[in-house]
């Protein structure tokens, strides 16, 4: 039997091209085929970078008498999460609900008509720690299918119509007020951790949506409280192994309290967002530590990420060769005393054990350590310093690289986008502009249709064939938006309502809830839906997010009223799960300021005092106001029409629920405007 995924675009399928399992990909096919003959199909689900996926195909699906079962007996599906999001949300809500806990890969087992029946994640390939081995549950389930058949479509059946009627609790239509988001700050609250910065226990996230929540949360109340819990733990991260010390970038997540032990995978989308949180930590504190980190992790986007096309590849993997031909996790990012001596000689090498944490015993596996910057670091000569870094980062090119999964993923483009305008713009960086707007040209280019329908992925110049979902429409939408406030090309705003009106139409239902695969989309045994923010802003607040933005620049009161309904998820969960809905609470904090509608005009678009006005603009702080920029007289933007020059100069106008304030041509007074 063929192996049918040679012709895919995920690099996740492609790795398992080559299997001895006659793998297809998510199909009516490969149903049909089930169907035909009479027999189970099994449903294995992963991503490129995921350590446990890479274990699980080395141990079972390259290994030939187990290919040989799963050939005879069952038709088996490959899926690529980061590909069909929807197919992979529908089947992990089937195993928490039926386990209690998820993760990947997934193993779903299920009937011809797609209805899932058995459930697990990893199965080793010999029975451990109280696990069936992999042979096991293969036989098992072989063995029901073949003897209780009913038991099965019973089993099954229940599971479908179980998933079909569970009702996401809406709460209301209405936005959330002060006393859900005093709330919320107090759930956050008495989740951190004080000594260690972040919320909860290991393994640790990154909380970039929550932060960004804190952050605006002060910026609007002056709650000295929120932006302590945002700056400490932007720091605590920064110091930690979690933190690529050499070349910038953030892994995945940490393995333990203190983010010293990373897993070490490199996501583009938590790279997006972290980038854009420590730029908006400068623009509130100034602080040294924020700059520096937003501008590393802007240059680790573009520098490792950036795809020949323009766009930005989704991850780098954990695991890459430790010399010896053997794939380790973390081999690429960890040092042993003796490697900074071999590196540096024996004075400089002792300087930088002691400055980076390099102990003998090791911090992580077999003596060898993750670089940090510990906390009682003193003071160092930071010429000297730099030259460490620089030759340590030298030597770290020559060791073999993880892998890098090439798909281009439109939402999370769309992320990165918004962070590199931004980053650009503070910083005078106008390279990392221009590296959001190719993004931008080749989402548009290569991933909208004639109808301005999203692809969701390509790869290699290639659109994958896989239909955008809401976080799609939701995350690109807001790239464009952010790119519009930089730029003042009212092409980006253009784009950005061609896509949000797909939202209106295609993802919205009447009661103002919204669903994560358009009304349109492949139908599955449910329809997915979820308003959590996770390890990415949910399509459903990052839709409420750009809906609420592109009604500010433009007046559209179809968006207003759509994003005012969407935050009554907001309302309802904010102040019980604040981890988990963060980014829908820095959008209500953006609502409850108004957000804030800026023009700024000048005689040109390269008049200084109107750059500068421009700039003080976008590093205001009041949260989530929209800015745009032009020539006085021009309708590139809507929210520059009837502001001319005042008394010839450059001039800044202010509005917020439906008042203006008078016209100011002074930076002082525009910063005192947008920081009040």
């Given at each position: 039997?063929?192996?049918?995924?040679?012709?895919?675009?995920?690099?996740?399928?492609?790795?398992?091209?080559?299997?001895?399992?006659?793998?297809?990909?998510?199909?009516?096919?490969?149903?049909?085929?089930?169907?035909?003959?009479?027999?189970?199909?099994?449903?294995?689900?992963?991503?490129?970078?995921?350590?446990?996926?890479?274990?699980?195909?080395?141990?079972?699906?390259?290994?030939?008498?187990?290919?040989?079962?799963?050939?005879?007996?069952?038709?088996?599906?490959?899926?690529?999460?980061?590909?069909?999001?929807?197919?992979?949300?529908?089947?992990?809500?089937?195993?928490?609900?039926?386990?209690?806990?998820?993760?990947?890969?997934?193993?779903?087992?299920?009937?011809?008509?797609?209805?899932?029946?058995?459930?697990?994640?990893?199965?080793?390939?010999?029975?451990?720690?109280?696990?069936?081995?992999?042979?096991?549950?293969?036989?098992?389930?072989?063995?029901?299918?073949?003897?209780?058949?009913?038991?099965?479509?019973?089993?099954?059946?229940?599971?479908?119509?179980?998933?079909?009627?569970r009702e996401i609790d809406y709460g209301s239509t209405e936005a959330p007020g002060e006393e859900e988001l005093s709330g919320a700050l107090l759930g956050l609250t008495r989740e951190y951790d004080p000594q260690r910065g972040g919320f909860g226990g290991a393994p640790k996230f990154p909380p970039s949506?929550?932060?960004?929540?804190?952050?605006?949360?002060?910026?609007?109340?002056?709650?000295?409280?929120?932006?302590?819990?945002?700056?400490?733990?932007?720091?605590?991260?920064?110091?930690?192994?979690?933190?690529?010390?050499?070349?910038?970038?953030?892994?995945?997540?940490?393995?333990?309290?203190?983010?010293?032990?990373?897993?070490?995978?490199?996501?583009?989308?938590?790279?997006?967002?972290?980038?854009?949180?420590?730029?908006?930590?400068?623009?509130?504190?100034?602080?040294?530590?924020?700059?520096?980190?937003?501008?590393?992790?802007?240059?680790?986007?573009?520098?490792?990420?950036?795809?020949?096309?323009?766009?930005?590849?989704?991850?780098?993997?954990?695991?890459?060769?430790?010399?010896?031909?053997?794939?380790?996790?973390?081999?690429?990012?960890?040092?042993?005393?003796?490697?900074?001596?071999?590196?540096?000689?024996?004075?400089?090498?002792?300087?930088?054990?002691?400055?980076?944490?390099?102990?003998?015993?090791?911090?992580?596996?077999?003596?060898?350590?993750?670089?940090?910057?510990?906390?009682?670091?003193?003071?160092?000569?930071?010429?000297?310093?730099?030259?460490?870094?620089?030759?340590?980062?030298?030597?770290?090119?020559?060791?073999?690289?993880?892998?890098?999964?090439?798909?281009?993923?439109?939402?999370?483009?769309?992320?990165?986008?918004?962070?590199?305008?931004?980053?650009?713009?503070?910083?005078?960086?106008?390279?990392?502009?221009?590296?959001?707007?190719?993004?931008?040209?080749?989402?548009?280019?290569?991933?909208?249709?004639?109808?301005?329908?999203?692809?969701?992925?390509?790869?290699?110049?290639?659109?994958?064939?896989?239909?955008?979902?809401?976080?799609?429409?939701?995350?690109?939408?807001?790239?464009?938006?952010?790119?519009?406030?930089?730029?003042?090309?009212?092409?980006?705003?253009?784009?950005?309502?061609?896509?949000?009106?797909?939202?209106?139409?295609?993802?919205?239902?009447?009661?103002?809830?919204?669903?994560?695969?358009a009304s349109d989309a492949e139908q599955l045994i449910r329809r997915p839906q979820d308003p959590t923010d996770n390890a990415t802003p949910s399509g459903w607040t990052a839709a409420a997010g750009a809906l609420l933005s592109y009604?500010?620049?433009?007046?559209?009161?179809?968006?207003?009223?759509?994003?005012?309904?969407?935050?009554?998820?907001?309302?309802?969960?904010?102040?019980?799960?604040?981890?988990?809905?963060?980014?829908?609470?820095?959008?209500?904090?953006?609502?409850?300021?108004?957000?804030?509608?800026?023009?700024?005009?000048?005689?040109?678009?390269?008049?200084?005092?109107?750059?500068?006005?421009?700039?003080?603009?976008?590093?205001?702080?009041?949260?989530?106001?929209?800015?745009?920029?032009?020539?006085?007289?021009?309708?590139?933007?809507?929210?520059?029409?009837?502001?001319?020059?005042?008394?010839?100069?450059?001039?800044?106008?202010?509005?917020?629920?439906?008042?203006?304030?008078?016209?100011?041509?002074?930076?002082?007074?525009?910063?005192?405007?947008?920081?009040?």
């Open positions: 039997m063929p192996n049918r995924l040679a012709h895919e675009t995920s690099p996740y399928l492609l790795q398992h091209a080559d299997n001895p399992v006659a793998w297809w990909p998510w199909s009516a096919e490969a149903f049909e085929e089930a169907r035909r003959t009479n027999r189970p199909v099994l449903l294995s689900v992963g991503y490129s970078s995921c350590h446990w996926c890479h274990v699980m195909a080395r141990e079972s699906f390259e290994d030939q008498p187990t290919a040989d079962y799963l050939n005879e007996h069952f038709v088996s599906v490959k899926v690529d999460r980061e590909e069909r999001p929807d197919v992979d949300a529908v089947y992990m809500e089937a195993v928490q609900a039926a386990t209690g806990q998820g993760g990947w890969p997934m193993t779903v087992f299920l009937t011809p008509d797609a209805e899932p029946f058995y459930f697990g994640t990893y199965f080793p390939p010999a029975p451990r720690h109280g696990m069936p081995s992999f042979r096991q549950v293969l036989e098992g389930v072989r063995s029901a299918w073949t003897d209780r058949r009913d038991e099965v479509a019973e089993v099954a059946g229940k599971i479908t119509r179980d998933l079909s009627q949506m929550a932060l960004e929540f804190l952050l605006r949360h002060h910026a609007r109340t002056g709650a000295e409280g929120a932006l302590e819990m945002a700056r400490d733990s932007c720091e605590r991260m920064a110091r930690g192994g979690i933190y690529d010390q050499l070349a910038g970038g953030f892994a995945r997540y940490s393995v333990d309290r203190e983010w010293t032990v990373p897993h070490f995978e490199k996501m583009l989308y938590d790279n997006a967002l972290l980038c854009r949180v420590y730029a908006h930590l400068w623009r509130s504190t100034g602080s040294d530590l924020a700059r520096r980190v937003a501008v590393e992790t802007a240059d680790f986007l573009v520098r490792e990420l950036r795809t020949t096309e323009g766009g930005f590849a989704s991850a780098l993997d954990a695991d890459s060769d430790d010399g010896t031909g053997k794939h380790v996790e973390g081999a690429y990012y960890v040092w042993t005393p003796a490697q900074l001596t071999e590196v540096l000689g024996e004075e400089d090498g002792g300087l930088a054990a002691q400055y980076f944490g390099v102990t003998a015993d090791g911090t992580f596996e077999e003596g060898q350590s993750v670089l940090q910057l510990p906390q009682d670091e003193g003071v160092f000569d930071a010429d000297r310093i730099a030259s460490i870094k620089s030759r340590l980062l030298d030597a770290r090119s020559q060791r073999p690289a993880p892998g890098r999964d090439d798909k281009v993923v439109a939402a999370w483009n769309g992320l990165a986008i918004a962070a590199l305008a931004e980053t650009g713009a503070y910083f005078d960086r106008p390279d990392l502009v221009e590296a959001a707007v190719s993004a931008a040209d080749l989402l548009v280019r290569l991933h909208l249709d004639e109808h301005a329908k999203l692809a969701r992925t390509s790869k290699d110049g290639q659109v994958g064939a896989n239909a955008g979902v809401l976080e799609d429409y939701a995350d690109v939408a807001e790239g464009f938006l952010a790119l519009a406030s930089v730029t003042g090309e009212g092409v980006w705003l253009d784009f950005a309502g061609f896509l949000l009106d797909h939202v209106l139409t295609g993802f919205v239902d009447e009661s103002g809830a919204l669903y994560d695969t009604a500010a620049q433009t007046g559209a009161e179809p968006h207003r009223t759509a994003a005012e309904r969407a935050l009554g998820v907001v309302k309802a969960l904010g102040p019980r799960v604040p981890r988990f809905i963060g980014w829908g609470l820095a959008v209500a904090e953006a609502y409850l300021d108004g957000p804030r509608e800026v023009a700024v005009v000048g005689p040109s678009l390269d008049d200084e005092a109107a750059k500068a006005l421009h700039r003080t603009a976008l590093l205001g702080t009041a949260p989530g106001a929209v800015v745009a920029f032009g020539v006085a007289g021009s309708d590139e933007l809507p929210l520059l029409a009837d502001r001319p020059l005042v008394d010839g100069e450059p001039a800044a106008y202010v509005c917020r629920n439906f008042t203006c304030d008078a016209p100011t041509t002074d930076q002082e007074r525009l910063r005192t405007a947008l920081s009040r």
